[in-house]
T-cell receptor
Framework: DGGITQSPKYLFRKEGQNVTLSCEQN?????MYWYRQDPGQGLRLIYY???????QKGDIAEGYSVSREKKESFPLTVTSAQKNPTAFYLC????????????FGPGTRLLVL | AQSVAQPEDQVNVAEGNPLTVKCTYS??????LFWYVQYPNRGLQFLLK??????LVKGSYGFEAEFNKSQTSFHLKKPSALVSDSALYFC??????????????FGTGTQLKVEL
């Protein structure tokens, strides 16, 4: 997990509430990613960013939003439009380039009250 | 489109015996292949990757993987399993001709259980 921090470890969301998950990296990586993990489904890509002030939708972006104002930070907001937000959320980062390895943070578990 | 299949949801092996976790893939162009391990309620840890060159890749904690282009496979292996190897293992692929940055596609994971 080294070099990538995610907070909080657990997060509770009420109906109709937006919540923001934090992801910070000190590895000087250009690219950052958000994945959602559900049991038996592996990891699915929500959003990714290859450079500051730019990001692209992944496979399941609906109900989520991101920003990339700093190289080190890539926060994910789970909006009220996401009807089934209960999952384990993983942030990753990597140097630029298709041969590079993605490194993961420790994850945030989001639960709905 | 790129895809990964991990055909076994769970693999059971006795400590000291060799283990294999299977992975097959489909991509456009040359594949870049990765194995990760996940312990409960933790993030993924990188084990090894194949980019080019020798088909046998050695990684962390005594794991290795064999790239087989004709069978489009990248099976993870270890000569002698340890109880501490019990975890969830993910195979991932990225195609060399895939656009859109460094998008990885993950398999659904294989739970490895090593018993005494």
């Amino acid at each position: 997990d080294g070099g990538i921090t995610q907070s909080p470890k657990y997060l509770f969301r009420k109906e109709g509430q937006n919540v923001t998950l934090s992801c910070e990296q000190n590895l000087n990586h250009d690219a950052m990613y958000w994945y959602r993990q559900d049991p038996g489904q592996g990891l699915r890509l929500i959003y990714y960013s290859q450079i500051v002030n730019d990001f692209q939708k992944g496979d399941i972006a609906e109900g989520y939003s991101v920003s990339r104002e700093k190289k080190e930070s890539f926060p994910l907001t789970v909006t009220s439009a996401q009807k089934n937000p209960t999952a384990f959320y993983l942030c990753a980062s990597s140097p630029a380039g298709p041969r590079e390895t993605q490194y993961f943070g420790p994850g945030t578990r989001l639960l709905v009250l | 489109a790129q895809s990964v299949a991990q055909p076994e949801d769970q693999v059971n092996v006795a400590e000291g015996n060799p283990l294999t976790v299977k992975c097959t893939y489909s991509v456009s162009g040359n594949p870049y292949l990765f194995w990760y391990v996940q312990y409960p309620n933790r993030g993924l840890q990188f084990l090894l990757k194949y980019i080019t060159g020798d088909n046998l890749v050695k990684g962390s904690y005594g794991f290795e993987a064999e790239f087989n282009k004709s069978q489009t496979s990248f099976h993870l292996k270890k000569p002698s399993a340890l109880v501490s190897d019990s975890a969830l293992y993910f195979c991932a692929v990225r195609g060399g001709l895939t656009g859109g940055g460094n998008k990885l596609t993950f398999g659904t994971g294989t739970q490895l259980k090593v018993e005494l």
